[in-house]
């Protein structure tokens, strides 16, 4: 089982250590997960294979899910979830897997560009497996549908595993991240959201805060409202979509551009100076500018975003470092901007 860390091939790599005080296109795309027939199996026509003998194939429309897999197939249903939405992102992966071999296989394809996956149908083997690769890998989230929320209690406190109950026959998970997940990265709470073609479930009060407390999202209508919703927008940790979707946001895009940066031709080289060092800081800076207008990062009492850096001098680097042309002297930080989810107005009436 791949539960351990998939490698990246990149050149920048950027590590963020959460600390808790006293649309972009490509961050929201779909990965749907299913098991292959024992037997009588074809690989879908252009899929890309693992060494496991699963097999990969993206699709930019349901249509195309449609040549692959019929109209009463557990994968075409979560991809009809995923594109009945208005802000589903602009493509969708399958990855189809032998019995036993989901984490296996999808190493093959983990740092593909996709942010969150489904399972077509729950296995509770499957889950456990997957989700300890997520939680290992902290880059991407795994969404799993269960009909009882007690069937995840098993699982534990994970962040990158977000917990729904729903019944099995509406796509809840896949209808979730069509509605959200392609949005502007950071200005979206995961609660509150109306999901097209799912139909809100009604709760009692115990049922309702058992599953809270469980950490797990369900789909129903609030008081004073006819439109269904999603009760929460947290992971099975309790730990908030929005937070570290933002922060996988700012750890790509600090890489992506640093990279791009690096391979420019026209720019030339980064020198390893004052002028090169200062090159990767506005980077940096920009980056968290960006995040801060997106909704990522707090606006602090001065107006201001609330993030900082720190890019040391070439004279306070080790000469190792210097000889091998690795420049680890960048850090930053910023204060998440978080979200309301609860309002309690206090008045007062006289006689």
Do not use: C
């Amino acid at each position: 089982m791949a539960t351990t860390l998939v490698p990246q091939i990149a050149d920048v790599v950027i590590n963020i250590q959460e600390i808790i005080p006293v649309p972009n296109v490509g961050y929201g795309n779909l990965l749907i997960m299913t098991e292959q027939a024992a037997t009588g199996y074809t690989a879908p026509t252009g899929a890309i294979a693992s060494v496991t003998g699963g097999n990969y194939k993206e699709y930019t429309s349901l249509d195309e899910v449609a040549t692959d897999y019929n109209e009463s197939s557990a994968p075409y249903a979560k991809a009809k979830g995923y594109f009945d939405q208005t802000e589903h992102g602009n493509y969708l992966m399958i990855v189809s897997y032998p019995t036993g071999k989901a984490s296996d296989t999808l190493a093959d394809f983990f740092w593909n560009g996709w942010y969150f996956a489904v399972l077509d149908k729950f296995d509770a083997k499957t889950a456990t497996e997957l989700t300890n690769m997520f939680e290992t890998n902290a880059g991407k989230f795994l969404l799993l549908q269960v009909e009882d929320y007690t069937t995840l209690a098993t699982l534990g406190s994970q962040n990158y595993t977000i917990g729904l109950q729903h019944p099995a026959n509406e796509p809840l998970d896949a209808g979730l991240v069509g509605a959200v997940a392609s949005l502007t990265v950071g200005s979206q709470t995961w609660k509150f959201k109306n999901v097209a073609g799912i139909t809100p479930q009604q709760y009692n009060n115990t049922q309702f805060t058992a599953m809270k407390k469980a950490h797990v999202i369900v789909y129903f209508t609030t008081t004073g409202s006819s439109v269904g919703e999603t009760s929460e927008g947290f992971t099975l940790s309790g730990e908030y979509i929005d937070n570290l979707h933002g922060e996988i946001w700012v750890k790509f895009e600090m890489r992506n551009r640093i990279q791009a940066r690096l391979q420019d031709p026209k720019s030339g080289k980064v020198s390893y100076d004052k002028v090169g060092i200062d090159t990767l800081e506005q980077i940096v800076r920009d980056v968290l500018n960006d995040a801060w207008n997106n909704g990522i990062i707090l606006t602090g009492a001065d107006g201001k975003g609330a993030y900082d850096t720190d890019f040391s001098t070439r004279e306070q680097q080790s000469q190792t470092d210097i000889l091998a042309r690795a420049y680890n002297g960048g850090t930053f930080s910023y204060t998440r901007s978080g979200a309301i989810h609860n309002v309690t107005i206090n008045g007062s009436v006289m006689n």
